[in-house]
């Protein structure tokens, strides 16, 4: 009799044989998706520390800011063209310079411009006058003209400033007017707006 038939016989029976699975394979593969995280996390933080410096940049040169995305104008009308226009400041007060040209078809004397600000030079709303002794401007004809504004109320750089202007002019026109006679009669108004960034001196 064997031996299988004794313990049978006994009634004692032998378990099934169960395998162990090997531990090794379960963590190696958690140690190659370790270093895979680790290889990602390394080739990716380059890119978004580019991308934090790149975003640094932009936000630090003022593109975020909305003053940057001001229309900046100078505007008179289509026969009164006003250009390059420029308000710098200083700390003690701040000027407005813009190169105009006469399109009006014949030449005219200018006699007045007022300026229209919110605190620029005075705190509030102002309108302050330049008068022009000559101010004689031939049809086609340009000149620069440049307005101080004193006072407390000084901009900041970058700051927007929008200027009313009123321009008073003489028609010299040859067919009423052959003298350019200063002369309430051949007076005309213009009105326009100067629209720019603060630049510091």
């Known amino acids: 009799m064997g031996e299988g038939e004794k313990h049978q016989k006994c009634g004692f029976q032998f378990p099934a044989p169960r395998f162990v699975r090997n531990p090794k394979p379960a963590i190696r593969n958690r140690a190659m998706k370790g270093q895979a995280a680790v290889e990602y996390l390394m080739n990716y933080s380059w890119a978004i520390l580019v991308l934090a410096l790149v975003i640094g940049a932009i936000a630090f040169s003022g593109v975020f800011n909305p003053n940057y995305f001001v229309m900046e104008e100078c505007y008179m009308g289509p026969s009164f063209n006003c250009h390059d226009q420029l308000i710098i400041t200083s700390p003690s007060s701040t000027r407005l310079v813009m190169n105009v040209t006469n399109g009006l078809g014949y030449p005219i004397k200018l006699a007045s411009i007022g300026y229209t600000t919110d605190n620029l ?8 006058y330049k008068f022009f002794s000559g101010g004689y401007m031939d049809n086609g004809n340009s000149t620069v003209i440049t307005m101080y504004f004193n006072g407390s109320a000084q901009p900041q750089r970058d700051a927007v400033r929008k200027i009313i202007l009123n321009v008073s002019y003489y028609i010299c026109a040859e067919e009423v007017n052959p003298e350019c006679i200063a002369n309430s009669t051949f ?15």
């Open 187 to 201: 007076m005309r108004s213009i009105s326009g707006r100067v629209i720019t960034r603060v630049l510091q001196q």
């Open 121 to 128: 030079g005075l705190p509030g709303t102002n309108t302050t």
